[in-house]
Protein backbone atom coordinates (compact mmCIF):
# COMPACT_ATOMS: atom_id res chain seq x y z
CA UNK A 1 0.00 0.00 0.00
CA UNK A 2 0.83 3.23 -1.51
CA UNK A 3 1.56 5.90 1.87
CA UNK A 4 1.48 9.73 1.27
CA UNK A 5 2.14 11.28 4.47
CA UNK A 6 0.99 14.97 5.82
CA UNK A 7 4.72 16.07 6.05
CA UNK A 8 5.72 15.12 2.37
CA UNK A 9 2.52 17.62 1.42
CA UNK A 10 3.31 20.09 2.91
CA UNK A 11 6.70 19.83 1.96
CA UNK A 12 5.76 19.25 -1.69
CA UNK A 13 3.09 22.60 -1.34
CA UNK A 14 6.34 24.53 -0.13
CA UNK A 15 4.89 25.11 3.09
CA UNK A 16 8.06 23.72 4.89
CA UNK A 17 11.16 22.56 4.15
CA UNK A 18 12.67 19.12 4.07
CA UNK A 19 14.74 19.83 7.68
CA UNK A 20 11.64 21.57 8.89
CA UNK A 21 9.31 17.90 8.31
CA UNK A 22 12.34 15.98 9.64
CA UNK A 23 12.20 18.29 12.86
CA UNK A 24 8.70 17.85 13.45
CA UNK A 25 8.69 13.93 12.56
CA UNK A 26 11.62 13.74 15.66
CA UNK A 27 9.67 16.59 17.97
CA UNK A 28 6.24 13.94 17.24
CA UNK A 29 8.83 10.74 18.20
CA UNK A 30 10.20 12.37 21.28
CA UNK A 31 6.73 13.99 23.10
CA UNK A 32 3.94 12.50 20.54
CA UNK A 33 0.96 14.57 18.97
CA UNK A 34 -0.23 14.87 15.81
CA UNK A 35 2.12 15.74 12.40
CA UNK A 36 0.07 19.35 11.35
CA UNK A 37 -0.21 20.41 15.15
CA UNK A 38 3.30 19.75 15.97
CA UNK A 39 4.14 21.90 12.72
CA UNK A 40 1.86 24.75 13.71
CA UNK A 41 3.34 24.96 17.02
CA UNK A 42 7.25 24.93 15.82
CA UNK A 43 7.20 26.79 12.45
CA UNK A 44 3.76 28.28 12.65
CA UNK A 45 2.25 26.37 10.10
CA UNK A 46 -1.15 27.87 9.12
CA UNK A 47 -4.09 25.02 9.77
CA UNK A 48 -5.65 25.70 6.85
CA UNK A 49 -2.29 25.07 5.25
CA UNK A 50 -2.60 21.51 7.06
CA UNK A 51 -6.31 21.31 6.71
CA UNK A 52 -5.62 21.19 2.79
CA UNK A 53 -2.66 18.73 3.11
CA UNK A 54 -4.68 16.75 5.00
CA UNK A 55 -7.80 17.17 2.82
CA UNK A 56 -5.44 15.47 -0.46
CA UNK A 57 -4.33 12.95 1.84
CA UNK A 58 -7.53 11.84 2.73
CA UNK A 59 -8.79 12.24 -0.91
CA UNK A 60 -6.07 9.75 -2.36
CA UNK A 61 -7.75 7.27 -0.58
CA UNK A 62 -10.93 7.83 -0.29
CA UNK A 63 -13.39 5.87 -2.79
CA UNK A 64 -14.20 8.12 -6.12
CA UNK A 65 -17.70 7.45 -7.50
CA UNK A 66 -19.63 9.37 -10.17
CA UNK A 67 -22.50 10.80 -8.29
CA UNK A 68 -24.62 10.98 -11.52
CA UNK A 69 -24.55 6.91 -11.96
CA UNK A 70 -25.16 5.89 -7.71
CA UNK A 71 -28.10 4.86 -6.74
CA UNK A 72 -29.10 7.87 -3.86
CA UNK A 73 -31.16 6.66 -1.11
CA UNK A 74 -34.20 9.21 -0.88
CA UNK A 75 -34.03 9.24 3.05
CA UNK A 76 -30.34 10.63 2.43
CA UNK A 77 -31.59 13.57 1.11
CA UNK A 78 -33.70 14.53 3.64
CA UNK A 79 -30.69 14.41 6.06
CA UNK A 80 -29.74 18.00 4.95
CA UNK A 81 -31.40 21.37 3.00
CA UNK A 82 -30.88 22.34 -0.52
CA UNK A 83 -29.25 25.36 1.40
CA UNK A 84 -27.05 23.16 3.68
CA UNK A 85 -26.18 21.01 0.42
CA UNK A 86 -25.04 23.71 -1.42
CA UNK A 87 -23.07 25.59 0.84
CA UNK A 88 -21.41 22.93 2.36
CA UNK A 89 -20.84 21.40 -1.39
CA UNK A 90 -21.90 17.80 0.24
CA UNK A 91 -24.51 15.18 -1.25
CA UNK A 92 -26.05 12.48 0.97
CA UNK A 93 -25.67 9.18 -0.66
CA UNK A 94 -26.69 6.52 2.23
CA UNK A 95 -27.72 6.28 5.33
CA UNK A 96 -28.18 3.86 7.79
CA UNK A 97 -29.70 4.04 11.96
CA UNK A 98 -26.08 5.56 12.65
CA UNK A 99 -24.22 6.15 9.55
CA UNK A 100 -23.94 8.72 6.68
CA UNK A 101 -22.31 8.29 3.32
CA UNK A 102 -22.08 11.67 1.76
CA UNK A 103 -20.43 12.59 -1.50
CA UNK A 104 -18.18 16.03 -1.61
CA UNK A 105 -15.37 16.78 -3.77
CA UNK A 106 -11.68 17.25 -2.25
CA UNK A 107 -11.42 20.75 -2.20
CA UNK A 108 -14.66 21.11 -0.51
CA UNK A 109 -13.84 17.84 1.83
CA UNK A 110 -12.57 20.06 4.72
CA UNK A 111 -15.68 22.19 4.82
CA UNK A 112 -18.05 19.11 4.37
CA UNK A 113 -16.50 17.48 7.55
CA UNK A 114 -16.30 20.58 9.53
CA UNK A 115 -20.14 20.39 8.45
CA UNK A 116 -21.27 17.12 9.45
CA UNK A 117 -19.00 17.03 12.43
CA UNK A 118 -21.06 20.09 13.76
CA UNK A 119 -24.69 19.53 12.44
CA UNK A 120 -25.29 15.71 11.85
CA UNK A 121 -26.79 13.40 14.33
CA UNK A 122 -24.92 10.89 12.35
CA UNK A 123 -21.35 9.30 11.47
CA UNK A 124 -20.69 10.36 8.28
CA UNK A 125 -17.99 8.76 5.76
CA UNK A 126 -16.67 10.67 2.41
CA UNK A 127 -16.28 9.63 -1.11
CA UNK A 128 -14.95 12.10 -3.34
CA UNK A 129 -16.38 13.15 -6.84
CA UNK A 130 -15.10 15.07 -10.17
CA UNK A 131 -16.56 18.90 -9.39
CA UNK A 132 -19.19 19.09 -12.23
CA UNK A 133 -20.34 15.88 -11.42
CA UNK A 134 -21.19 16.73 -8.32
CA UNK A 135 -22.64 19.22 -9.39
CA UNK A 136 -24.84 17.75 -11.85
CA UNK A 137 -26.40 15.45 -9.43
CA UNK A 138 -26.72 18.28 -6.30
CA UNK A 139 -28.87 20.00 -9.69
CA UNK A 140 -31.05 17.07 -9.83
CA UNK A 141 -31.75 16.49 -6.25
CA UNK A 142 -31.19 20.07 -4.84
CA UNK A 143 -32.32 22.14 -6.92
CA UNK A 144 -31.94 26.01 -6.43
CA UNK A 145 -31.58 29.01 -8.51
CA UNK A 146 -28.65 30.30 -9.37
CA UNK A 147 -26.79 27.35 -8.66
CA UNK A 148 -25.94 25.08 -11.76
CA UNK A 149 -22.66 22.56 -11.83
CA UNK A 150 -20.10 25.41 -12.61
CA UNK A 151 -20.98 26.63 -9.04
CA UNK A 152 -19.45 23.47 -7.46
CA UNK A 153 -16.49 23.56 -9.95
CA UNK A 154 -15.66 26.96 -9.22
CA UNK A 155 -16.37 27.32 -5.63
CA UNK A 156 -19.70 29.25 -5.50
CA UNK A 157 -22.25 28.55 -2.96
CA UNK A 158 -24.97 30.11 -1.09
CA UNK A 159 -24.12 31.89 2.47
Known amino acids: MRSLHLGDLLVRHGVLTE ?3 DEVLEAQRERGGAFGAVAEEMFGVSPSAVERAWAEQYAAFAPHVDPRSYNINPRALEAISRRQAWQ ?5 LEISKDDLLACTTQDHLVRALKFAGWRLGHACQFVIAEPLHLGETMCKHYPMAGMSPESVLHGVGVG
Open 88 to 92: FCILP
Open 19 to 21: GQR
